[in-house]
């Protein structure tokens, strides 16, 4: 009950972030891209904002034991940076290049009914169920990584 | 008010929505990360605050839109077959590189993880070569 609760308000709170900072707004997020353009500097405002606060929250959380309402933290065990790191970084950078949706503002879009974002997000799942195809298969040609 | 203030602020929220996951639940704030732990095969047992975390990205919008009459949602930049490519490339792209914008770019960033810093490196790069190509050389 009460991961649920802090599931729904934490996501609630990312879109609320999302959409003020016009991260919702693939035309805003394709400036940012654009260097050769209208450079538009949005993205490095939000980034900055939200990296600084996280970095402060995340010391004082990490100064206890456990989360108030679960059992441990679950944090991805820090691995080198390999083959798959890279080639999937370097793959999801060009699908948002093309678009200008990341995972979590397309989902956001969802919302407004438009066909294209459902398009987008229908491919997107089928993109990760993909590889998740791949690595449970026995001798894996794509090789666990964990999550970020 | 103007819109790089907006855009820190909206930040600073994003910010605290991974802090206070952090805080009570234990998990990193990751978009691609938490849908892929429900998607076949073998999804994750831990689905209700996965579930319920989308939940709340779908409903935001409606309700931000009932209370100030804007959800903030911007109208889609390309068309169909590039939207298709696009959404394909990013669901492979951040399962096989584990993260995106949001799991990389705030959560590990905000670690001092070298992976994501890596990867946010290389990811940005890649997007502001491809937004270069289609935009300027096509």
Redesign the interface.
């Known amino acids: 009950m009460?991961?649920?609760?802090?599931?729904?308000?934490?996501?609630?709170?990312?879109?609320?972030?999302?959409?003020?900072?016009?991260?919702?707004?693939?035309?805003?997020v394709?400036g940012f891209?654009?260097?050769?353009?209208n450079w538009n500097?949005?993205?490095l405002?939000?980034?900055?904002?939200?990296?600084?606060?996280?970095?402060i929250?995340?010391r004082?959380?990490f100064g206890r034991k456990?989360?108030?309402?679960?059992?441990?933290?679950?944090?991805?065990t820090?691995?080198?940076?390999d083959a798959?790191?890279?080639?999937?970084?370097?793959?999801?950078?060009?699908?948002?290049?093309?678009?200008?949706?990341?995972?979590?503002p397309?989902?956001?879009?969802?919302?407004?009914g438009?066909p294209?974002?459902l398009?987008?997000?229908?491919?997107?799942?089928?993109?990760?169920?993909?590889?998740?195809?791949m690595r449970?298969r026995p001798r894996a040609a794509?090789a666990a990584?964990?999550?970020? | 008010m103007h819109p790089y203030i907006m855009a820190a602020i909206g930040g600073v929220l994003i910010g605290l929505s991974a802090v206070l996951l952090m805080a009570f639940s234990g998990r990193i704030a990751g978009v691609s990360g938490i849908v892929g732990g429900l998607l076949p095969p073998k999804p994750v047992t831990d689905r209700s605050w996965r579930l319920s975390f989308v939940l709340g990205l779908v409903l935001a919008p409606l309700i931000l839109r009932m209370a100030t009459g804007a959800s903030g949602i911007g109208a889609p930049a390309v068309d169909y077959p590039a939207l298709l490519a696009a959404g394909l490339l990013v669901g492979v792209g951040t399962a096989a590189g584990g993260g995106c914008t949001s799991g990389h770019g705030i959560c590990g960033l905000a670690r001092l993880s070298p992976r994501s810093a890596f990867a946010v490196a290389v990811f940005m790069a890649a997007a502001i070569v491809t937004v270069f190509v289609t935009r300027h050389l096509v």
């Open positions: 009460g991961e649920t609760t802090v599931g729904v308000l934490t996501g609630l709170l990312f879109v609320l972030g999302l959409c003020l900072s016009g991260m919702a707004d693939p035309s805003v394709l891209l654009d260097l050769a353009g500097p949005a993205l405002f939000v980034m900055a904002g939200g990296v600084s606060v996280t970095f929250g995340y004082i959380v456990r989360p108030l309402w679960s059992k441990s933290f679950q944090l991805p820090a691995g080198a940076v798959h790191l890279i080639s999937g970084a370097a793959i999801f950078g060009i699908g948002w290049g093309l678009a200008g949706y990341c995972p979590g397309a989902l956001v879009s969802l919302a407004s438009r294209q974002v398009v987008f997000v229908v491919a997107m799942l089928a993109g990760m169920v993909f590889v998740r195809w449970a794509i990584t964990s999550e970020a």
